[in-house]
């Protein structure tokens, strides 16, 4: 497999499931700047989205969106319990997060990166990204990751989104059960070595 990344970006997600699958993978790094590949490769002859994540199966079949990718890599390694069964109210949890987390979360905090957006609606952003984070340190509660005490793809995507917080002018220190979170997601070996493979680490 082959997935298509950009340092920092929503692919870290995937990556970092990728590491805890112990599944074998090529990471590719896609520019989103240049939307070009190291070799010249114009990025959109690959995904015509133009963004990251991309996985690339062996078979040459290619899945986008970062929320479908890592639920696809948790059903490879079942034994790994990285999702819930399909079909169980567990899976539908986790499907509820992911897709919180894709809509509340990461379209606002990721927005805010955009250098044209006007400083106004950026204010919008932060004060409504805050309110979101709140709740979900309320959910955290008592608990070691969303879906209670055991890692699920989940967490990867909200550790990544998250992260972002710093670059954008959303303070989270007064989260504390968000910032517990956050520091036992990054000392999972897992999180380490797709954060060096980017570039994020030393």
């Known amino acids: 497999m082959k997935l298509y990344f950009s340092p920092g970006a929503c692919s870290l997600s995937p990556h ?3 590491h805890e699958s112990g599944l074998a993978f090529e990471p ?7 939307h070009a590949l190291a070799d010249g490769t114009d990025y959109y002859t690959i995904n015509p989205k133009g963004y990251v994540p991309l996985l690339e199966l062996d078979n040459g079949e290619r899945l986008s969106e970062g929320p479908a990718i890592v639920q696809y890599i948790a059903d490879q390694v079942p034994a790994k319990n990285l999702a819930p069964a399909n079909g169980t109210m567990a899976r539908y949890r986790l499907q509820e997060w992911l897709n919180f987390i894709a809509s509340e979360l990461h379209k606002g905090i990721g927005g805010l990166f955009n250098p044209a957006m006007p400083e106004e609606a950026k204010a919008l952003m932060r004060t409504r990204g805050l309110a979101r984070l709140k709740w979900v340190d309320e959910q955290l509660e008592g608990r070691q990751y969303l879906m209670g ?3 699920s793809v989940a967490d990867a995507y909200l550790f990544t989104v998250t992260n972002w917080t710093q670059y954008v002018g959303i303070d989270i220190s007064g989260l504390k059960n968000l910032g517990a979170f956050q520091a036992r997601m990054a000392a999972r070996p897992a999180v ?3 954060m060096k493979a980017e570039g994020l680490l030393k």
């Open 192 to 194: 380490q070595a797709a």
């Open 16 to 18: 970092i499931v990728l």
């Open 28 to 34: 590719v790094l896609a520019s989103t700047k240049t």
């Open 149 to 151: 005490d055991v890692f």
